[in-house]
């Protein structure tokens, strides 16, 4: 029989997830929690699931964290991210603690079953088409995402490079001057600037830095 736990704070979320994911094969069992520490002990209790579901914004943990612990804990088993915040960011630095996939909670149900079978054939879910999130004041993102302070550039898809171009523009330097710091040409740093505004899901060099704060990125080892 397939075991499946849902680790979602919201009950009515929850118990969505919980009867959609009972259609996912014809012997399935779907246990629930409604915060980590709950789900922990249901770990402990019943042993390893097949697959389970982590909200990023659960009550008492930062959601990265929790992530974390269940893949040094846990291994072989495999963790799925549902989050409604689905900006590349946010989805690069799950899959880069070791999740087997994201799935946004704007996915339909039968997109949703289609990217958990996927993760149970083995194979790593990154949703098809992600979305700028809305622009938010800095407050509130911290709040829905609880991101701790000092992420890593690496831990949101930027290059060595690329991390030294956007710490730069923080500092206030221009194109030209960014590229006599870097020895590099103009136009090369212009491609890594447009690389960083991809990644970070801006559009321009404003808004870059804006995502600088949000996600609390470190440049202490950059250089």
Not at 202 to 222: C, H, K, P, W
């Amino acid at each position: 029989m397939l075991k499946l736990l849902v680790v979602e704070d919201h009950a009515l979320v929850r118990e969505g997830l919980v009867r959609l994911l009972a259609q996912v094969d014809q012997e399935v069992e779907v246990a629930e929690a409604a915060d980590f520490e709950t789900a922990l002990t249901q770990l402990e209790d019943a042993g390893e699931y097949d697959l389970v579901f982590l909200d990023l914004a659960l009550p008492g943990i930062d959601g990265f964290s929790g992530l974390d612990v269940l893949r040094r804990r846990y291994p072989a088993m495999p963790v799925v991210v549902v989050s409604a915040y689905d900006d590349t960011p946010t989805v690069n630095r799950v899959l880069g603690l070791g999740a087997s996939g994201f799935i946004p909670k704007a996915y339909s149900g039968e997109a949703l079953l289609a990217a958990v079978r996927s993760v149970l054939d083995g194979n790593i879910f990154r949703p098809a088409g992600q979305q700028s999130s809305r622009v938010v004041d800095d407050s509130e993102l911290r709040e829905a995402h609880k991101f701790p302070a000092g992420v890593k550039p690496s831990e949101i898809g930027l290059t060595d490079r690329q991390a030294q171009v956007l710490a730069l523009m923080v500092r206030g330097l221009s194109n030209r001057d960014i590229a006599e710091q870097l020895k590099l040409s103009e136009g090369t740093v212009k491609i890594h600037a447009t690389a960083i505004f991809r990644t970070l899901d801006v559009s321009s060099r404003t808004q870059a830095l804006v995502a600088v704060a949000r996600y609390g990125i470190d440049f202490e080892n950059t250089f």
